[in-house]
C-alpha cells in the first residue's frame, strides 16, 4: 500500500459481529479489509520513537508487545495536529523503518499499530489501538564552513569555502552585504567543486563588505554559512629606498590607509621574486632593512594587510647596503641633441650606487651646476634649455648613502645653430638643387635628409628621415641626383657635431621634373549669356594637362600679386580650347597652367584674357 493511500469504510455483517471495514483504493481488485472485531485481538505497540538521520531521512522505531500480529502499519503526519496517512506497512515482529526522501526542516509524527489477519483469505484484519505518536523535524543542512574573506588588491576580495556539507551539492551561490549584513544580495553562483571566488571592481577603504555561502542541493537549501567580513585597504605610494651606514636600506612611504592591520615590506634580488622581509603594524611609514646581501642591490615593495589580505603594492624603489662610496662613472661622452639640448652617456664603475648626478660647467670648468639626476639603473641623461653656440662641459659623480664617488671624466660639446631657409629647385629631368643658410660656427658639417611621410589607420600620419649626404662644414649646397621622373621629394638639412645634430631645417620640396612651358595666347570670348569660351596655344612637345583658373574682375583687378584665383577645371591632355558655362553677368579674367601628368610640376600661368557675359 501506498502512503497516503484512499480509504472506503464498509459495513460487513455475516461472520458472527458487526465490524466496520475498510477497503484500500490502491488495490481494488482484492481489497484489504479493516475490521474492528470483537472476535480475535492483538496488543498495540509502544514506546514509538522519530529520529532525524539527516535532514531527507527520518527513522521510526516501536516496542513490539503483541505475539500474534501478522504486520505493523506506521502512520505519519506533517505536524502533531495534522492528518495521519498510511506510509508503509511492515511484516510481523519488525520494530523500525527508515523513510527517505523527505524535506528538510519538515515535523513528521509517527504512531504504530499492529494488526492480525482473520479468515482463511487473511483479507480480514483485526487491528490495535495505536500507540502514542511522536515527533522530530528533519534538520536543515548547515552551510559550508571555513569561510575567509580577504583582499588580493585594493579592488578586489577572494572568498573561499569548504564543501562539507554531506549531500550531492548542484551549486553554491556566494551573497555579499555592503550593510553589515542587514541585506543580501547574489554575488555569483559557483558550480559545486568550486570553492573560490572574487569579488572585482571594489573602492578601496569602502565600508565593511560581508559575506556568506548557501549549498543548493536538489531538496532544498542549506543555512547561510558564518559569515566573513573584509575591508580592501589603500596601498601605500611613495616608497623611497636609500643605503644607510650599516650597511642597511631605509625605506619611507606614505600610508593611505585608515583601515590596515599593518604593513608588509617585499624585498626582491632581480625586481620579480619579492618575498616578506618584515611585517610591521598599523599606521607604520618606514623600516630600515639590514637583511640585504651587502654591496648588493635590492629592489622593495610595500603593501598594506588586512584580514590575512593586502593592498595594492607600492612603487618599487631600489638601493645597495653599500660598505663604501661607489667608484667614479667613466667614459662620460657628450653631443648635441638638437640645437637647444645635450645627451650625455657613462658607464658605471660600479654597482652600489644609488644614483648619479650630472653636473654641468659653461665656464671652461671652472665652475660646476648640477645639471640633472639619475637613477642607480640609468647611464644617460638628456640635458634641455641649453643655449646654441655656447660651449658646455659635463661629468658624472655616483652617490650612495655612505658618499659621493670622485668624478668621472669630463666631456664637452656645442650644440650647433640649426640651418635655415633651405630652398629646394628642379634643375633637369632628374636633379634637384638644394641651398641653406649657415648660421653656426662651430659645425663639423651638414647632413642632407630625405623626408618620407606615410598616413595609415593604425599609425596616423608619420614621417622618417633618410640620410642622403654628408657634407663639410660651412657647405651651403647640394644636387640630388639621379631622381625618378615625376615623383615630388622634401628635403631638411641638419648641421653635425660631436656625433650629435642640430635641430632640422626648414623642409623644402621639388618635383623630379621640369615643368612643362607655359600655354601661350590664352583669348577669352563671351558667346552668349553665361558662356565664356578659352583658345589657347600649347607650346609644349610633351603630354599635358591644363588647370584652368578665373578672377572676378577685369585685367586690371586681376593683375594683382594678391588677387583671388578659382580653380575652375582640367582640360583632357593637350586641349586648345574650353567653354566656361553657367556665369552671372559680369567681367572674368582667366589664366592657365601646363601641369606634366600624374601630378607632375606646373608652369608659370599662361597670359591673362578677359570677357564681360550680357
Not at 213 to 241: D, Y
Not at 355 to 372: L, M, V
Request: proline content about 7%; glycine content about 8%; aromatic content about 8%.
Amino acid at each position: 500500500m501506498t502512503p497516503g493511500a484512499r480509504w472506503t469504510s464498509l459495513l460487513l455483517v455475516g461472520l458472527g459481529s458487526t465490524a466496520l471495514l475498510t477497503a484500500c483504493s490502491d488495490q481494488p481488485l482484492e481489497p484489504v479489509i479493516e475490521a474492528a472485531a470483537s472476535g480475535s485481538t492483538v496488543q498495540p505497540p509502544s514506546n514509538t520513537n522519530v529520529v532525524t538521520a539527516s535532514p531527507s531521512q527520518i527513522d521510526v522505531s516501536w516496542q513490539d508487545n503483541s505475539t500474534n500480529e501478522a504486520g505493523f502499519e506506521v502512520w505519519v503526519a506533517l505536524t502533531a495536529q495534522g492528518t495521519y496517512g498510511l506510509w508503509t506497512t511492515t511484516a510481523p515482529n519488525v520494530t523500525a523503518k527508515s523513510f527517505t526522501s523527505l524535506s528538510p526542516g519538515q515535523e513528521y509524527c509517527a504512531k504504530v499499530r499492529a494488526f492480525t489477519a482473520l479468515g482463511q483469505s487473511g483479507k480480514v484484519r483485526a487491528y490495535s489501538a495505536f500507540s502514542a505518536s511522536a515527533c522530530a523535524t528533519t534538520p536543515v543542512p548547515a552551510g559550508p564552513s571555513k569561510i575567509t574573506a580577504r583582499p588580493l588588491s585594493s579592488s578586489y576580495v577572494e572568498i573561499t569555502w569548504s564543501n562539507d556539507i554531506g549531500f550531492s551539492v548542484l551549486n553554491f551561490r556566494v551573497e555579499r552585504s555592503i550593510d553589515q549584513g542587514a541585506t543580501w544580495a547574489t554575488l555569483v553562483k559557483t558550480d559545486p567543486y568550486t570553492t573560490r571566488t572574487v569579488d572585482f571592481g571594489l573602492t578601496a577603504e569602502h565600508p565593511q563588505l560581508c559575506y556568506r555561502v548557501i549549498a543548493i542541493m536538489s531538496f532544498g537549501e542549506s543555512t547561510p554559512s558564518k559569515v566573513a567580513c573584509t575591508t580592501p585597504p589603500s596601498g601605500p605610494t611613495n616608497l623611497t629606498a636609500t643605503g644607510v651606514a650599516g650597511p642597511a636600506i631605509a625605506l619611507a612611504w606614505t600610508d593611505n590607509s585608515a583601515v590596515e592591520d599593518g604593513y608588509q615590506v617585499l624585498r626582491a634580488p632581480d625586481q620579480v621574486t619579492f618575498t616578506v622581509v618584515a611585517t610591521l603594524p598599523a599606521n607604520s611609514t618606514s623600516y630600515r632593512d639590514a637583511g640585504g646581501s651587502p654591496d648588493t642591490r635590492s629592489w622593495y615593495q610595500v603593501r598594506a594587510t588586512k584580514d590575512s589580505g593586502f593592498s595594492d603594492a607600492s612603487n618599487t624603489a631600489n638601493a645597495v647596503a653599500a660598505t663604501q662610496p661607489p667608484a667614479a662613472p667613466a667614459g662620460v661622452d657628450a653631443w648635441p641633441a638638437g640645437s637647444s639640448a645635450i645627451t650625455v652617456v657613462w658607464t658605471p664603475g660600479s654597482t652600489n650606487q644609488d644614483g648619479f648626478r650630472i653636473e654641468r660647467s659653461t665656464d671652461g670648468q671652472a665652475t660646476w651646476a648640477i645639471a640633472g639626476s639619475a637613477d642607480a639603473s640609468q647611464t644617460g641623461f638628456t640635458d634641455g634649455d641649453r643655449a646654441s653656440e655656447q660651449a658646455v662641459c659635463y661629468r658624472v659623480i655616483a652617490f650612495n648613502g655612505l658618499g659621493d664617488s670622485p668624478p668621472s671624466n669630463v666631456d664637452c660639446t656645442t650644440p650647433p645653430a640649426a640651418p635655415s631657409d633651405l630652398v629646394a629647385t628642379t634643375v633637369a629631368g632628374n636633379e634637384i638643387d638644394l641651398t641653406w643658410t649657415d648660421h653656426s660656427a662651430v659645425e663639423d658639417g651638414y647632413e642632407v635628409d630625405r623626408v618620407d611621410c606615410y598616413y595609415d589607420d593604425y599609425n596616423g600620419y608619420y614621417c622618417y628621415d633618410t640620410p642622403l649626404a654628408t657634407l663639410g662644414a660651412n657647405v651651403t649646397s647640394y644636387r640630388d641626383q639621379g631622381l625618378p621622373a615625376g615623383v615630388f621629394v622634401t628635403y631638411e638639412v641638419v648641421a653635425l657635431k660631436d656625433n650629435g645634430r642640430s635641430d632640422p631645417s626648414n623642409q623644402a620640396g621639388a618635383s623630379s621634373d621640369l615643368p612643362p612651358p607655359a600655354p601661350s595666347n590664352l583669348t577669352a570670348t563671351a558667346v552668349s549669356a553665361g558662356q565664356i569660351d578659352l583658345a589657347w596655344t600649347n607650346t609644349s612637345t610633351n603630354p599635358e594637362y591644363i588647370a584652368i583658373e578665373r578672377c572676378d574682375g577685369g585685367m586690371g583687378t586681376c593683375a594683382d600679386p594678391a588677387a583671388a584665383w578659382t580653380f575652375v577645371a582640367w582640360t583632357d591632355l593637350n586641349a586648345t580650347t574650353f567653354s566656361d558655362t553657367g556665369l552671372a553677368g559680369a567681367t572674368y579674367t582667366y589664366r592657365l597652367l601646363a601641369c606634366n601628368p600624374g601630378g607632375g610640376a606646373c608652369s608659370d600661368p599662361s597670359n591673362l584674357a578677359s570677357a564681360s557675359t550680357p
